[in-house]
């Protein structure tokens, strides 16, 4: 099986300790000190309150498939694109990997793990639990 080329990421003031711990294999999200509230992608003002008083939490790197879709046609390697929420409540757009593509399902639990994109770091994605 082929494995698919991931592009790096482009890194920013606002997420480069997101990718730093991804290094590290740790998954980061936003916290709100305004309103509690947590966020995904990475930004320092909230986009529920606006508050910039947010600062970088450790997710357990857990979730559920919330909705997916596989892409097969116009790609070289077949892949699934997913949004995830995690249990810390936020959604988070993703890829599903290392498993069989038609048995992925809403709903699945699964877990995160961090995959080498081409000439920068590594990148969280999601496999079964
Ligand atoms: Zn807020």
């Known amino acids: 099986m082929t494995?698919?080329?991931?592009?790096?990421?482009?890194?920013?003031?606002?997420?480069?300790?997101?990718?730093?711990?991804?290094?590290?294999?740790?998954?980061l999200i936003r916290k709100c000190g305004g309103c509690g509230e947590v966020h995904h992608y990475p930004r320092s003002i909230c986009p529920f309150c606006f508050s910039d008083k947010t600062e970088w939490q450790d997710a357990k790197g857990t979730g559920t498939i919330y909705t997916y879709s596989v892409l097969r046609r116009g790609v070289p390697?077949?892949?699934?694109?997913a949004y995830v929420t995690l249990e810390e409540g936020v959604s988070m757009l993703?890829?599903?990997?290392?498993?069989d593509l038609d048995a992925v399902?809403?709903?699945?639990?699964?877990?995160?793990?961090?995959?080498?994109?081409?000439?920068?770091?590594?990148?969280?994605?999601?496999?079964?639990?």
């Open 3 to 27: 494995e698919r080329k991931i592009p790096a990421p482009s890194i920013s003031p606002e997420n480069k300790a997101y990718f730093d711990a991804a290094a590290q294999g740790k998954l």
């Open 77 to 81: 390697v077949p892949y699934c694109i």
């Open 94 to 99: 993703t890829n599903i990997v290392d498993c």
């Open 105 to 129: 399902r809403i709903g699945q639990k699964v877990k995160v793990t961090f995959k080498p994109s081409d000439g920068g770091p590594p990148v969280p994605m999601f496999t079964p639990a």
